[in-house]
């Protein structure tokens, strides 16, 4: 009998060290197909290349490229029928991601987006992200128990969890919230060799504010942040809200 397959796909490039960690402990437990981007394609978020051609590249029998974003790349894995996967997937894993994805990460992400890519199509999936000096062998080998977890609880729920480990090798686990990073936002601009202007988006400083139960909290305190996503993006809670623009924007019509 088959065992279980995976498909991995990143943000940081099918050549990536995370990656192919993350591989080596999957493949215990696993059979492995590898869809990700032929170069880095961080903070992409959810976007797919609609007006251009993509380029699939064959590397072995059970890894390929694509020379787009992370998302086109589960999508392209997903719609080609057996020329990349040959039968359905159990589970869809994007990362091992080199550096966190906390609170409002989400939204920029494009390890992320790859696995919301491929929950939005119906399948479980997973994104891991590792801090910078957290022990990424360690990290894939809890992803892989996070993993084999998952499918026994869970089945073939279209439901994306986020996961991220901090500094370290050994952690607790926690079921967490989103969180909040706050960015020192800043438009650098500078001056190329020949005279023209060119600016960089985005400083260096991030903090987090404090809230209880979020990925953040668990991360400040050394533990693993495991984070359900939700796929409906409808704000339930400004319902009220939009009904009464609405009504002020029909009342005139209507009196």
């Given at each position: 009998m088959n065992r279980p397959l995976?498909?991995?796909?990143n943000d940081d490039g099918f050549r990536s060290r995370g990656l192919m960690t993350l591989r080596q402990a999957l493949e215990e437990r696993f059979d492995v197909v590898v869809c990700a981007p032929e170069s880095e394609q961080s903070a992409t978020s959810h976007s797919l290349s609609l007006h251009r051609p993509l380029r699939l590249f064959r590397h072995d029998?059970?890894?390929f490229s694509v020379d787009g974003t992370p998302a086109d790349c589960v999508y392209v894995a997903l719609h080609s029928g057996d020329r990349v996967l040959p039968r359905r997937p159990a589970l869809v894993v994007s990362g091992l991601n080199h550096g966190v994805n906390?609170?409002?990460d989400v939204f920029y992400s494009?390890?992320?987006a790859a696995a919301r890519e491929a929950a939005l199509k119906g399948f479980p999936a997973l994104a891991v992200s590792a801090a910078h000096d957290a022990d990424s062998s360690s990290a894939a080998a809890l992803a892989t128990?996070?993993?084999e977890v998952m499918l026994r609880e869970l089945g073939q729920q279209?439901?994306?969890l986020n996961v991220n480990f901090p500094r370290g090798s050994e952690w607790p686990l926690r079921a967490t919230r989103l969180g909040t990073r706050v960015y020192e936002d800043r438009v650098e601009y500078r001056k190329d060799p020949r005279g023209r202007e060119y600016l960089w988006i985005g400083g260096p400083g991030v903090a987090h504010r404090e809230v209880a139960g979020a990925d953040t909290e668990a991360f400040d305190q050394g533990a693993v942040g495991v984070t359900p996503l939700v796929l409906d993006l409808w704000g339930r809670g400004?319902?009220?809200?939009?009904?009464?623009?609405v009504s002020e924007m029909i009342?005139?019509?209507g009196g």
């Open positions: 995976l498909l991995l796909s029998a059970t890894t906390l609170g409002d494009g390890t992320v128990r996070l993993a279209a439901i994306l400004q319902q009220g809200a939009a009904e009464q623009v009342s005139p019509l």
